[in-house]
């Protein structure tokens, strides 16, 4: 299973083409949309979001509501665009809407030497986080993979600036992330975290955080120990870290783990009439094998660089020194990166589901799927 996706942030719009998906599957257009708003939430969110009104097209790959074994091609409109088309279409042909100046914290500096452009918009365009609109049309229907195995995914926000919330919660409290415009679990907490963003917006500035992805019903030996790229907390570790201003990733209890003794941290195992663990430290992976717990995944988010209280940096154009500052932008953006991040564990999931049941139809996944099950019992 792969995808690849092309778009430009202020372009036409975002195109991605899913390859190796199961024939006979169902694509919900309703399930998929409704992810894709669920991304376009979260209060912190600048005006972009007004603007856009994300939606799923879906060009081919599917007939009658089902898949075919083609490759799925997908295309979101980027609204923005009829603002922007004339910019986009002369880009780096007017001498005055070159952009030479590199905000600190984001690709601008390094992008324009890598790919020896002039003008950083032909950088930030694509650094842009707007790609992730098709990251989660494409986990949307990597969910639609695992609902056939009664595997879900959940995430909430654990965190916004300094404000955190270290309590371990219930996968029904969790449910209730979508609840709360910032996506956390607590009302409290969500209140001097909606303050927080409003002083921070008034003052230009701008709030990482961090949050919790969670995915239950996984079945024990995906990935695998045997060599360092079938690693399933490597592949999980490099999924996160690909979404736009994710800095750090922790398995399971990663931090607490190596700060202690391994006589509390490893997670015993019991037996009544099946497998069970009182713990869940390893963060349902072990030695690069899924161990049939909970897969539990932390992500921490960067502030976003693009703020209107300037940093300073150096016009690449002139070597003078200037101060960074954008008009437009979000003041936070930790609850949209918490569905990418369970996008991405979905999407990761499922590429496994295919690796080890097969991928050619539902009906032969299913059928490996219950045969590994009954001998799953029998151990
Ligand atoms: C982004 C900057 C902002 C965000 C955008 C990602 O866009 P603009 O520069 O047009 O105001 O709103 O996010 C999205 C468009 C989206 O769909 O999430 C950036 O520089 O990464």
């Known amino acids: 299973l792969r995808y690849l996706n092309a778009g430009e942030s202020h372009g036409k719009g975002l195109m991605g083409i899913i390859e190796g998906l199961p024939s006979n599957l169902y694509i919900d257009i ?188 996984i079945p024990i030996g995906l990935g695998s120990y045997s060599h360092w790229d079938r690693k399933l907390d490597g592949k999980l570790a490099q999924g996160l870290m690909s979404l736009q201003g994710i800095k750090a990733v922790e398995i399971g209890e990663a931090i607490i783990s190596a700060k202690n003794f391994g006589s509390t941290v490893h997670d015993q195992l019991y037996y009544d009439d099946g497998y069970y663990r009182e713990t869940n430290n390893a963060g349902g992976i072990e030695a690069g094998i899924s161990n049939g717990e909970n897969i539990e995944l932390k992500g921490y988010m960067k502030p976003i660089p693009s703020l209107r209280i300037p940093l300073k940096s150096i016009d690449m154009k002139t070597k003078e020194e200037f101060l960074a500052h954008k008009e437009r932008a979000d003041v936070c953006a930790v609850p949209s990166a918490s569905i990418v991040a369970e996008s991405t564990l979905a999407w990761i999931i499922a590429s496994e589901i295919i690796i080890k049941f097969g991928g050619d139809s539902i009906e032969e996944m299913k059928f490996n799927y219950d045969k590994y099950s009954n001998y799953i019992k029998t151990r």
């Open 30 to 217: 309703k399930f998929i949309n409704n992810e894709l708003k669920r991304r376009q939430r979260g209060y912190g969110r600048g005006k972009r979001m007004d603007i856009e009104k994300d939606n799923i097209d879906i060009l081919a790959g599917v007939r009658g509501s089902y898949t075919i074994g083609s490759p799925l091609s997908l295309y979101i409109e980027n609204k923005d665009y009829e603002n922007w088309e004339e910019k986009m279409k002369s880009i780096g042909k007017i001498d005055e809407e070159i952009i030479t100046k590199p905000r600190p914290g984001h690709g601008d500096f390094a992008g324009a030497i890598k790919y020896r452009q002039n003008d950083i918009r032909n950088i930030l365009e694509r650094a842009s986080a707007r790609e992730t609109a098709m990251r989660v049309a494409v986990g949307a229907i990597a969910k639609l993979i695992l609902k056939e195995f009664n595997i879900e995914v959940y995430s909430y926000v654990t965190g916004i600036g300094d404000i955190e919330d270290s309590k371990e919660h219930s996968l029904e409290e969790i449910a209730e992330a979508d609840n709360s415009s910032i996506r956390v679990l607590d009302k409290e907490m969500e209140d001097r975290i909606i303050k927080k963003i409003d002083e921070c917006k008034l003052k230009g500035d701008t709030l990482g955080g961090s949050f919790k992805v969670v995915a239950k019903n």
